[in-house]
């Protein structure tokens, strides 16, 4: 099975810029994979960011943006806020498996 | 979109729970439908998907063969069927639906304890 990876965590100054990004074991990531962020707080339910690469979705705000880097999904978050500090996951669709498969998740830090 | 999970709680490992997801707000029978679990302090973890018309079932290859996807159209609700539980299926569930290749909207979620 497909192996999604993400950064364990990452620490961004409030104002500032930070890449969380989503890289598959077998190889590269390309928008045949749609990938897709989900945002977290402790005790909630995911909240959808982004999908298809770099749709947002109704109501988040511009400072979320996606695409693919190099060889990977990754989720850019620009004039980071303090309750930006949450987990981030992202996903990837698997089609010859007819299968989504989740990174482990990023925590961010805003501090 | 109002997506309610129910029918978790605790059962003992080899035992079975089914678990309902009740969708409001939206056309449920024109909608695919996910089912993903998040075992406490861990991540997400996508476990099936059903089609709008249950013509085809997707699953994780950690389920298959123990759990099964359903729903009824008539009742706007889905379900998941988890038999053969196993402590490791400890797990908040979610369903949410399916638009495009992705999750768009997500119930709160059900809490399903597998303990002796």
């Known amino acids: 099975q497909a192996v999604v990876t993400q950064e364990p965590s990452f620490s961004v100054s409030p104002g500032g810029t930070v890449t969380l990004t989503c890289g598959l074991s077998?190889?590269?990531?390309?928008?045949?994979?749609?990938p897709g962020w989900y945002q977290q707080t402790p005790g909630q339910a995911p909240r959808t960011l982004i999908h298809?690469?770099?749709i947002r979705s109704s109501g988040v705000p511009d400072r979320f943006s996606g695409s693919i880097v190099g060889n990977k999904a990754a989720l850019t978050i620009t004039g980071a806020q303090a309750d930006d500090e949450c987990d981030y996951y992202c996903?990837?669709?698997?089609?010859?498996?007819?299968?989504?498969?989740f990174g482990g998740g990023t925590k961010l830090t805003v501090l | 979109v109002q997506l309610v999970e129910s029918g978790g709680g605790a059962v003992q490992p080899g035992g079975s729970l089914r678990l309902s997801c009740a969708a409001s707000?939206?056309?449920?029978?024109?909608?695919?439908m996910h089912w993903v679990r998040q075992a406490p302090g861990k991540g997400l973890e996508w476990l099936a998907l059903?089609?709008?018309?249950?013509?085809?079932?997707y699953y994780a290859g950690s389920v298959k063969g123990r759990f099964t996807v359903s729903r009824d159209n008539s009742k706007n609700t889905l379900y998941l069927q988890m038999n053969s539980l196993k402590p490791e299926d400890t797990a908040v569930y979610y369903c949410?639906?399916?638009?495009?290749?992705?999750?768009?909207?997500w119930g709160q979620g059900t809490l399903v304890t597998v303990s002796s």
């Open positions: 949410a639906n399916k638009v495009g290749h992705h999750f768009d909207s």
């Open positions: 707000g939206f056309t449920f029978s024109t909608y695919d």
């Open positions: 059903i089609q709008y018309d249950e013509s085809n079932k």
């Open positions: 077998s190889g590269s990531v390309s928008a045949g994979h749609y």
């Open positions: 298809t690469t770099n």
């Open positions: 996903v990837l669709y698997i089609g010859r498996d007819i299968s989504w498969v």
